[in-house]
């Protein structure tokens, strides 16, 4: 997969050189370049942004700068660094070490052929974790970060024609940009990508993939501070562990977030624990 992300910040996604990404550019299951914006800039400033029409707070980044930039991007003609790695432990296995790498991207749809282009908005459509794995087949998925009040709405328009456009938000709040919610989005992206974890199990227990938050864990020692590991982790019973898992889940998931049990398919055992 190539990730492009076009930023006035390019630092800013420096964090995407480390620990699993870092992992996946150096085995080459990944690349990510980041282009700085005030390259498309034009004037002697390098500004990005104006004045919003209508008037109003803030400033709005302007379209003579974002079209000329996603138009490069899209055809991998754009000028900019490829992030390398911060990682220099190749040859060192770890827990989540890729068991079979299948790199194969599937896709669907007519115009599966565009490049993707995400851009983080509050005023987006949620992202969720099936986006996440919907994407995780992408070939390449271009990240447009706003700044300020946002991006003049044409660019997104236009970029129509050259990308399938997705406005997402990451969670009702407002961040100062769309830098951090690109962190969060690649990393949700990345990580289910065949190959980048080892464990195949470790996602497909993941919170939301089947509906429902994850339970707790427990590690050694076995006692610490006053506090036990639940008994039934040590019976060596799968179906009775994975029964215990499962309560946890529904328990938690009720607790915490209730909504989520309305679309969760349960069996006649956990209408059971949940009536109890
Ligand atoms: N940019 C600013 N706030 C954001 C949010 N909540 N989600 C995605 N992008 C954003």
Same mark, same amino acid.
């Given at each position: 997969?190539?990730?492009d992300?076009?930023?006035?910040?390019?630092?800013?996604?420096?964090?995407?050189?480390?620990?699993?990404?870092?992992?996946?550019?150096?085995?080459?299951?990944?690349?990510?370049g980041?282009?700085?914006?005030? #390259?498309?800039?034009?004037?002697?400033?390098?500004?990005?942004?104006?004045?919003?029409?209508?008037?109003?707070?803030?400033m709005?980044?302007?379209?003579?700068?974002?079209?000329?930039?996603?138009?490069?991007v899209?055809?991998?003609?754009?000028?900019?660094?490829?992030?390398?790695?911060?990682?220099?432990?190749? %040859?060192?296995?770890?827990?989540?070490?890729?068991?079979?790498?299948?790199?194969?991207?599937?896709?669907?749809?007519?115009?599966a052929?565009?490049?993707?282009?995400?851009?983080?908005?509050?005023?987006?459509?949620?992202?969720?974790?099936?986006?996440?794995?919907?994407?995780?087949?992408?070939?390449?998925?271009?990240?447009?970060?706003?700044?300020?009040?946002g991006?003049d709405?044409?660019?997104v328009? %236009?970029?129509? #024609?050259r990308?399938?456009?997705?406005?997402?938000?990451?969670?009702?709040?407002?961040?100062?940009?769309?830098?951090?919610?690109?962190?969060?989005?690649?990393?949700?992206?990345v990580?289910?990508?065949?190959?980048?974890?080892?464990?195949?199990?470790?996602?497909?227990?993941?919170?939301?993939? %089947?509906?429902?938050?994850?339970?707790?864990?427990?590690?050694?020692?076995?006692?610490?501070?006053?506090?036990?590991?639940?008994?039934?982790?040590?019976?060596?019973?799968?179906?009775?562990?994975?029964?215990?898992?499962?309560?946890?889940?529904?328990?938690?998931?009720?607790?915490?977030?209730?909504?989520?049990?309305?679309?969760?398919?349960?069996?006649?055992?956990?209408?059971?624990?949940?009536?109890?």
């Amino acid at each position: 997969m190539r990730l492009d992300v076009v930023t006035i910040f390019p630092e800013y996604l420096e964090p995407l050189r480390h620990a699993l990404l870092g992992k996946a550019i150096e085995q080459g299951i990944l690349t990510v370049g980041v282009h700085d914006l005030r #390259n498309w800039a034009t004037d002697v400033h390098k500004s990005v942004d104006d004045t919003p029409y209508g008037g109003g707070p803030g400033m709005v980044m302007k379209p003579g700068v974002w079209g000329p930039a996603l138009d490069d991007v899209a055809a991998g003609t754009a000028a900019g660094r490829d992030l390398t790695s911060s990682l220099p432990h190749v %040859d060192k296995p770890r827990h989540d070490e890729p068991a079979d790498i299948d790199r194969q991207a599937t896709r669907g749809g007519d115009d599966a052929d565009l490049p993707l282009l995400i851009v983080p908005t509050p005023a987006g459509r949620p992202f969720t974790q099936a986006d996440a794995q919907e994407w995780s087949g992408e070939d390449h998925i271009v990240f447009a970060c706003g700044r300020y009040e946002g991006i003049d709405q044409r660019v997104v328009e %236009d970029a129509a #024609n050259r990308y399938r456009v997705r406005e997402v938000s990451i969670g009702d709040y407002v961040l100062i940009g769309g830098e951090v919610a690109v962190l969060v989005i690649a990393e949700a992206i990345v990580r289910l990508i065949p190959g980048v974890l080892g464990n195949r199990r470790s996602h497909e227990e993941d919170s939301f993939s %089947d509906g429902l938050l994850e339970g707790p864990s427990y590690t050694k020692p076995r006692h610490w501070r006053g506090l036990d590991v639940p008994e039934v982790l040590f019976s060596g019973n799968h179906a009775k562990v994975d029964r215990w898992r499962r309560d946890q889940a529904l328990l938690r998931t009720r607790a915490v977030r209730p909504e989520l049990l309305e679309t969760v398919e349960l069996s006649d055992v956990d209408r059971k624990l949940l009536e109890g």
